[in-house]
């Protein structure tokens, strides 16, 4: 075998159309900033006593998949897929000469599948029925907006080798984060924009591996219950935010990304989600001496049963004609 850096392994993404089967092509290869998806086992061990002191007599291996994570930068266009994968359902159409891709809570525990690609100097690797587990959003300070996607899926399969394309696409930076609080969402467009130091989004979806008698892999892969959490860093200017954890006051909460410095038809690439039911917690304040002082809050977005939605606005706009 090769030795090898980690820039050199590349790694693509694909719907699924039928869960468990690859459909032939990548439709997104990923540059990454870190990955450490691979294969995984369960072994059982043996304990019967044989007149020795030994603890173990043999092991068997009992469940083969894959687990791990992909780090990446946010961009317009590939996003859009590890939306899909993490959110359920999505619809397109045209928008100011580009296309708005609209995504709702897919209320099953069947969410769309991915094939995930992988290649390096020695090995071209498929990994089938790939499941988001977990996607945490990080808007960070003289950053670019990054996620994190934990996967699971079966174990890696032989390909013949891959032949890696990417696109160009775009990103965004701190600069492009508006974060707003309200009342309700009617009142968000109006909003003041509260300036942020930091950000982080995090959709956790619960993933269990549906083991059965036979196989030493999972059946399938399911998502169970789905949760919106975050986290803000903010300085601490007044008392609003801690009140609203104090008095566990039910605000509003638009996200949204806006690449200003690109425009594709009459347009900018754009990610926005807004949660009607937001509940902030935990407030904190940081007052070391020598740094102005801060504040760290963490939210829960909360199901509206009234409108029957954990959020009212959810979408990316980009070039991408057609729906993922």
Same mark, same amino acid.
């Given at each position: ?19 468990? *089967? ?71 159409? +045209? ?8 995504? *709702? ?78 009342? +309700? ?29 036979? +196989? ?106 057609? +729906?993922?």
């Amino acid at each position: 075998m090769s030795k090898f850096i980690g820039r050199l392994t590349e790694i693509g993404i694909a719907k699924e159309s039928t869960r468990g *089967t690859f459909g032939g092509s990548i439709t997104y290869w990923l540059p990454k900033t870190s990955f450490t998806f691979d294969n995984k086992a369960n072994i059982v061990k043996s304990a019967e006593s044989v007149g020795n002191i030994a603890a173990v007599t043999t092991g068997f291996i009992t469940e083969q998949w894959a687990e791990g994570e992909i780090e990446a930068e946010v961009r317009d266009k590939s996003f859009g897929l590890i939306l899909l994968a993490a959110l359920g359902s999505e619809s397109s159409s +045209s928008y100011n000469g580009a296309y708005k891709h609209t995504y *709702t809570l897919q209320n099953d525990n069947v969410h769309p599948s991915l094939s995930i690609a992988y290649k390096d100097p020695d090995d071209s690797l498929l990994f089938k029925r790939a499941m988001l587990n977990s996607l945490t959003i990080n808007v960070r300070l003289d950053e670019i907006v990054s996620f994190v996607a934990n996967f699971m899926a079966h174990a890696s399969e032989d390909h013949t080798t891959w032949s890696p394309s990417y696109i160009a696409e775009n990103k965004f930076i701190a600069k492009h984060l508006v974060f707003k609080v309200a009342n +309700s969402t009617a009142g968000l467009g109006a909003a003041s924009e509260t300036r942020l130091k930091e950000l982080t989004l995090t959709i956790e979806k619960s993933l269990v591996r549906d083991n059965v008698l036979g +196989s030493l892999e999972p059946k399938d892969i399911l998502n169970t219950s789905f949760s919106i959490t975050g986290t803000i860093v903010l300085n601490l200017e007044d008392k609003n935010f801690r009140d609203y954890a104090l008095n566990g006051n039910v605000k509003a909460v638009r996200i949204e990304l806006v690449n200003t410095d690109r425009t594709i038809g009459t347009t900018n690439p754009a990610f926005r989600i807004d949660l009607p039911k937001v509940i902030f917690e935990e407030w904190e304040a940081d007052r070391s001496l020598d740094d102005i002082v801060s504040q760290t809050l963490n939210f829960t977005a909360y199901y509206d049963i009234t409108n029957s939605r954990i959020w009212s606005d959810c979408y990316l706009v980009n070039e991408v004609s057609g +729906s993922y």
